[in-house]
């Protein structure tokens, strides 16, 4: 369950019902000024809300002076081991610390960085890894790491409690995706701070993305996470910023910027769905409004799949459709269709409106309706899908479905389409 305290880092609010904040972690060395500001404004362009540097070192702690004064999103000091540079972190102005209380020396240390963190109003990340548990639950980990986990941060938020520091948030990482999952389920039972969750060296951009959208989306999904951090391997941190965000898009959990539908394709493609796609969604990065954009690989279902969409594009032949929330808005040529879309979106972006041209509206409407009569016996993914659908409630339709997928025999399509190359139509 969503967390019921709220903490702000930088004037950012988190947990308490707030929206869920991105952040990220720069991978430069902290202390090369140059560096680490070109990435800190490249992921804030990407949407970061806050942003994480290490601080290992006391050439570190030096920069980071600098760092917040410069930065434009609030930035938390990345502390193991040294309590000295926690402590010089927070006069340094940082805007949140992260620590894991169990490798900073012990509880006196511990006390001495909260007591400057209350006096300065500077609020901390306590952090707990499956790789560092405390040595008294080494034996719980071996027989439940689950709980093992839950009772090291429960351990370290009693600590704070002891210690009259309530301003944390706490996180429980691990690189084991249905630990993470079972082990931050617990823990928002039994704790009230807001949580930061990421799975622990989730991996490479492709491996690492899925992981995290499976982990942090279920806990996601469950209303469990306050703010998250895709941790991949890769130097662009911007990346783990964007993969962040389509989490939180697919959820309807934020909105930002344009949201991209796609078919999944097939025989029936009419144009080069890898290369328009790529491009739609490269170009898209530019747009601030949060439409959605749709790119159906063929008419032959008309848009109805897509008619939510803001704007879309459809092919058949060497024509192509604009469409925009379920009715045609222009035929075009097929090499024009991205341009003419990106007009479109253009206008939109500028006008907030959807111009109709009547005329040319019309037009579209009489070419899709063609497609889609000509198509009519057309059994495609989505047509088998509503089919589908219909049969599980309704034993008629059920028998629809039946005959409609029994063997036929087939010929070969003389007017194939230039991309397919040869076609399968049923007799
Ligand atoms: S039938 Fe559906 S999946 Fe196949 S190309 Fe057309 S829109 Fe895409």
């Known amino acids: 369950m969503a967390s019921k305290r709220q903490i702000h880092v930088g004037g950012v609010p988190i947990g308490g019902g707030a929206p869920v904040v991105v952040q990220t972690m720069t991978k430069t060395e902290t202390a090369n000024l140059q560096a680490t500001m070109t990435q800190i404004r490249k992921v804030a362009e990407a949407g970061a809300d806050l942003v994480r540097v290490a601080v290992p070192r006391d050439e570190d702690v030096e920069a980071l002076r600098t760092i917040v004064r410069e930065s434009p999103i609030p930035v938390i000091a990345d502390i193991h081991f040294n309590h000295t540079l926690a402590l010089k972190a927070i006069d340094a102005g940082a805007h949140c610390v992260r620590l894991n209380p169990g490798n ?9 960085v909260a007591e400057r963190a209350a006096a300065a109003g500077t609020p901390m990340r306590i952090g707990v890894n499956s790789g560092s548990l405390p040595r008294h639950l080494h034996a719980l980990e071996r027989e439940n790491p689950v ?18 520091f309530e301003d944390f948030k706490v996180s429980i990482k691990s690189t084991n995706v249905p630990n993470t999952i079972a082990a931050n389920r617990l823990l928002s039972e039994r704790i009230e701070y807001p949580l930061h969750l990421g799975i622990t060296e989730a991996g490479t951009r492709w491996s690492g993305s899925l992981k995290s959208a499976v982990g942090l989306g279920t806990l996601l999904a469950d209303g469990v996470g306050d703010t998250i951090r895709i941790s ?4 662009h941190a911007e990346e783990e910023v964007k993969v962040a965000w389509e ?10 910027g344009p949201v991209l539908i796609a078919c999944p394709t097939c025989g029936r493609l009419q144009f080069d769905m890898d290369t328009v796609v790529t491009d739609i969604e490269r170009r ?4 601030e409004d949060p439409i959605e954009v749709a790119v159906l690989g063929c008419a032959v279902n008309g848009i109805g799949e897509a008619s939510h969409a803001d704007f879309g594009i459809t092919g058949a032949r060497n024509e192509g459709l604009i469409f925009s929330r379920g009715k045609p ?9 991205v341009d003419a879309l990106f007009a479109e979106i253009d206008k939109y972006a500028t006008s907030k409106r959807i ?35 219909d049969a599980a409630d309704d034993e008629a339709a059920d028998a629809r479905l039946v005959s409609a997928i029994a063997p036929e025999p087939v010929r070969l399509d003389e007017a194939a389409s230039p991309v397919q190359g040869r076609r399968f139509s049923r007799t």
């Open 329 to 337: 808005l222009r035929k075009v040529p097929q090499d024009q269709l």
């Open 284 to 287: 898209l990065e530019a747009y």
């Open 355 to 389: 111009d109709v041209d009547a005329r040319e509206a019309a037009v579209g409407a009489e070419w899709l309706a063609r497609i889609e009569e000509e198509n009519a016996g057309e059994l495609t993914p989505e047509r088998l899908a509503a089919m589908e659908a």
């Open 232 to 235: 991949l391997s890769t130097f």
């Open 147 to 164: 709980e093992a986990l839950v009772t090291a941060a429960t351990e370290f938020v009693a600590l704070m409690e002891r210690l009259r």
């Open 104 to 112: 900073i020396g012990g509880p006196e240390k511990v006390a001495e």
């Open 247 to 256: 989490i939180l898009k697919a959820l309807q959990l934020r909105e930002r």
